[in-house]
């Protein structure tokens, strides 16, 4: 097939501005070698987590140049609430109820989502993005996609900030060692087993919950804010999930992690609040 003369002045604009970004993110640090995360032993701090043990991931990452943010720690959670406090003990009794894998409370459906949402975060909201622009031009399609991962790409800067700042443990090293917590509300339980298998990476922020809360504001003036978002998974083929809004959605994968055991309600409210300052950061017209 033959291309016309405004297809290939097009295809060349992509690739020049392919080459633009390549040169200008050459040096940003992404690349270099990710140092190595002594493992701790205090009350509260990560470690390496079961079955596997293995070192934390992405350790370089909160070194990494933003595209838009002035620097990673802009919008640094606020400081983990105490061991000893009762927002602790409930976060934390949360999750050893709802996200132990032979858990009694949990529901099939919150089982159900927490299997849904398991996919990697960023590849499903580029997915729900994609079902909703299919009816717009490509030039607005572009757009949209360009303002979203580069949300996602700062944000999963910023996120990487937060967590290796704090260094809090994942929920199997608190309630297997709650004895140590100081915190008479909470119960060791040195045989707990999340749902899901722990990612080798601290607690807080939850990345599922920052990434989703600034998709839905990226996406929230799109067509399907006005009609039922349906959405699908690779996690678990030929499941649909439904929504109202965009919000409902980015709720709904936040809350996914702690059913699926990885995380606790406190990284999963410290992640929205960073995922809407992200996004008003990078793209400032989703303030209206």
Not at 116 to 130: M, S
Not at 208 to 214: D, L, M, P
Not at 224 to 249: D, I, K, N, W, Y
């Amino acid at each position: 097939m033959r291309m016309s003369a405004s297809s290939s002045s097009v295809i060349r604009a992509g690739k020049q501005a392919a080459r633009e970004i390549l040169r200008a993110r050459a040096d940003d640090g992404s690349t270099a070698t990710p140092p190595t995360i002594p493992p701790a032993t205090g009350p509260g701090q990560y470690r390496p987590t079961p079955p596997g043990f293995a070192p934390a991931v992405f350790t370089h990452w909160p070194a990494v140049r933003p595209f838009v943010l002035a620097r990673a720690s802009d919008f640094r959670p606020g400081r983990y609430p105490e061991l000893t406090s009762a927002r602790y003990a409930n976060a934390a009794n949360e999750v050893a109820s709802l996200g132990q894998d032979i858990s009694k409370t949990r529901t099939a459906d919150q089982t159900e989502q927490a299997k849904f949402w398991a996919a990697p975060i960023w590849n499903l909201w580029n997915e729900i993005a994609q079902s909703v622009l299919a009816t717009v031009s490509t030039a607005r399609a572009a757009q949209v996609f360009a303002r979203l991962n580069l949300t996602f790409a700062d944000a999963v800067i910023a996120f990487y900030d937060a967590k290796y700042h704090y260094r809090i443990w994942r929920p199997i090293t608190a309630v297997r060692l709650a004895g140590t917590d100081g915190n008479p509300a909470t119960t060791a339980d040195p045989a707990w087993n999340s749902l899901a298998a722990t990612p080798a990476d601290p607690a807080y922020p939850g990345a599922h919950s920052v990434i989703s809360q600034a998709g839905a504001l990226i996406l929230r003036h799109e067509p399907a804010s006005h009609r039922m978002l349906s959405v699908t998974s690779e996690a678990l083929p030929g499941t649909v999930r439904r929504f109202r809004t965009f919000q409902q959605a980015a709720d709904e994968a936040g809350e996914s992690r702690i059913f699926a055991g990885v995380h606790s309600r406190l990284d999963h409210v410290s992640g929205k609040r960073l995922g809407s300052d992200v996004a008003r950061a990078v793209v400032p017209d989703v303030r209206h």
